[in-house]
């Protein structure tokens, strides 16, 4: 079965950095797109980034442009979200999801940031 | 605002049928594609409950029906039951934006 499992959340002060990472099992990753959907505290879902299944194309969400960038790794089956300069508005949960054509099909469990000082 | 407008609640009595609209902003009509819709419980991540406006994946029961006419989709719940009370969301692909967007999202109260 897909299996999605997210970890590298924290307490970061503004500023700083942070990397996510996205294990996947249960389907062949090198195969499909992978996204970054993140959801602040009380609120709603925001889609962030996603990447193609070869690395090739990465698309963001314009409020993430310029300090987040999206990776992947086919051989160790793991996407990854690099977060420079973090902003109190960056808190929330991040999600890695299953690209499926124009939805999402299989999601994580989710790690919380937080930016904080 | 967002590209896709939702009521922030809706609510209903165990066995009754609620619905949930999904409307295209003015601004952005013509340039969303399918309506795909999400499931999540509380404390919990979203789930895929409909996707391409109407089908269900494997293990969603059929009392969860998705529809779209012009700019406007719909969830709809009949029979509704205590497991149901959960935040649902829409989401489709704007292609003028070039992201994924989503409704701000649908409390559904069982009274």
């Known amino acids: 079965q897909v299996q999605l499992v997210e970890s590298g959340g924290g307490v970061v002060q503004p500023g700083r950095s942070l990397r996510l990472s996205c294990a996947a099992s249960?389907?062949?990753?090198?195969?499909?797109?992978m996204h970054w959907v993140r959801q602040a505290p009380g609120k709603g879902l925001e889609w962030v980034a996603i990447?193609?299944?070869?690395?090739?194309?990465?698309y963001y969400t314009d409020s993430v442009k310029g300090r987040f960038t999206i990776s992947r790794d086919n051989s160790k089956n793991t996407v990854y979200l690099q977060m420079d300069s973090l902003r109190a508005e960056d808190t929330a949960v991040y999600y890695c999801?299953?690209?499926?054509?124009?939805?999402?099909?299989?999601w994580g469990q989710g790690t919380l940031v937080t930016v904080s000082s | 605002q967002s590209v896709l407008t939702q009521p922030p609640s809706v609510s209903g009595a165990p066995g009754q049928r609620v619905t949930i609209s999904c409307t295209e902003s003015?601004?952005?009509?013509?340039?969303?594609?399918?309506v795909h819709w999400y499931q999540q419980l509380p404390g919990t991540a979203p789930k895929l409950l409909i996707y391409d406006n109407n089908n269900r994946p494997s293990g969603v029961p059929d009392r969860f029906s998705g529809s779209k006419s012009g700019t406007s989709a719909s969830l709809a719940i009949t029979g509704l039951q205590a497991e149901d009370e959960a935040d649902y969301y829409c989401?489709?692909?704007?292609?003028?934006?070039?992201?994924?967007?989503f409704g701000g999202g649908t409390k559904v109260t069982v009274l």
């Open positions: 003015s601004s952005n009509i013509g340039t969303t594609y399918n």
């Open positions: 999801a299953k690209r499926n054509l124009f939805y999402f099909d299989y």
């Open positions: 249960g389907f062949t990753f090198s195969s499909y797109g």
């Open positions: 989401q489709s692909y704007d292609n003028s934006l070039s992201a994924w967007v």
């Open positions: 990447i193609s299944y070869d690395g090739s194309n990465k």
